[in-house]
């Protein structure tokens, strides 16, 4: 059993006694009304997508799944995309249905993932909680605006678009948190 809070992309649950990825999560919290997750869910066998709410403290029951760890290598196409087997250098194709587009925009060629495994076939990919990604476009910076909170668009070297703090500059390698998208922290070089 998991909570519902305690879910990320790429995990599986059972749920309506059938197996769904966690496509997206995101958690809401309006005014003094109790917060709830609402998370887009994928069908493993069927590929439907649907969104649902759930309590914060809901539980779901986790399948039982092989996990293995791969390397991601490349991607040749929003189509296809490269998996290596760390222990023996096997390497397998797998589709969008497997590796999301959001999730795609967070690996690296040779990031480390684990792989869940359904009857032997790659079925989702967890991806880890943070990646170092280099800033590759933002506005420059503004002197003294290191305390403020006001934050500005930046791109990633994956292709990724996200709100950082005035004092990154272009070149900067920052940390990202997989789970909600959202900086970290700068990463020292």
Do not use: C
């Amino acid at each position: 059993m998991i909570k519902a809070i305690d879910l990320r992309r790429g995990m599986a649950v059972t749920w309506k006694d059938q197996i769904w990825t966690v496509h997206d999560i995101q958690k809401v919290s309006k005014g003094n009304w109790r917060s709830f997750m609402q998370i887009k869910f994928k069908n493993l066998m069927t590929g439907q997508i649907i969104d649902d709410r759930f309590r914060v403290d809901e539980q779901l029951d986790q399948p039982f799944l092989d996990k293995k760890e791969m390397e991601y290598l490349y991607s040749s196409g929003p189509q296809e995309h490269v998996l290596m087997d760390t222990t023996n250098f096997e390497q397998v194709n797998v589709g969008p249905d497997v590796i999301s587009d959001e999730s795609i925009l967070y690996l690296r060629p040779n990031e480390k993932v684990i792989a869940l495994l359904n009857s032997g076939k790659i079925i989702s990919v967890e991806l880890p909680n943070t990646v170092d990604l280099a800033v590759t476009d933002t506005p420059p910076g503004i002197k003294g605006a290191t305390a403020t909170n006001q934050y500005k668009e930046s791109t990633l070297e994956t292709g990724l678009k996200m709100q950082v703090p005035p004092f990154i500059e272009i070149g900067d390698v920052i940390r990202v948190d997989t789970r909600s998208g959202e900086y970290v922290e700068r990463v020292k070089k």
